[in-house]
């Protein structure tokens, strides 16, 4: 098998792994994957507008509207009009939101924490160095970069 070929199919088997331990890792939260990603990002960006939601979930790049409106449902996320303009909608988080933000967290931290014995940090720097080097240039990594800088607490330009 072609080298850059398996490679592929590992990163494609390992999201869809990851996916769904994720689901099961938010589903005593009452929450999936998607949202309890698109919940942390809305905390992490408050106020954003949607379409900037679209730019830093990979799940729903693009189409976060359908996943917005559940966690609005929920009573985790509000939708206003923004103060500088009031055709844009703004999300943020409502205090039961930024409560189980938090949660989300601390869930994904712990099983990260957990994983860590096993796995070669060297190894896992090598990896992701080449999956940058994959994505440069892509939408899939300008959408990382982003994140990157959101969750270093840096201004993202989305």
Do not use: Y
Request: charged content about 30%; proline content about 4%; aromatic content about 2%.
């Amino acid at each position: 098998m072609d080298p850059l070929l398996e490679f592929a199919l590992s990163v494609k088997a390992l999201q869809r792994e990851l996916e769904r331990g994720s689901n099961e890792l938010m589903k005593p939260l009452g929450l999936t994957g998607p949202q309890a990603d698109a919940l942390v990002v809305i905390g992490q960006a408050e106020p954003i507008a949607l379409k900037d939601l679209g730019r830093l979930l990979i799940a729903e790049a693009g189409h976060p509207s359908r996943l917005v409106d559940r966690l609005v449902e929920a009573g985790l996320v509000e939708r206003r009009a923004a103060e500088d303009d009031r055709r844009r909608i703004e999300l943020t988080l409502t205090p039961a939101g930024r409560r189980l933000a938090r949660r989300v967290e601390k869930a994904r931290q712990d099983l990260f924490d957990a994983s860590r014995p096993h796995v070669d940090e060297k190894r896992l720097a090598a990896a992701t160095g080449v999956l940058q080097q994959l994505l440069d240039g892509t939408l899939g990594g300008e959408l990382i970069a982003r994140r990157r800088n959101l969750a270093a607490g840096q201004t993202c330009d989305i």
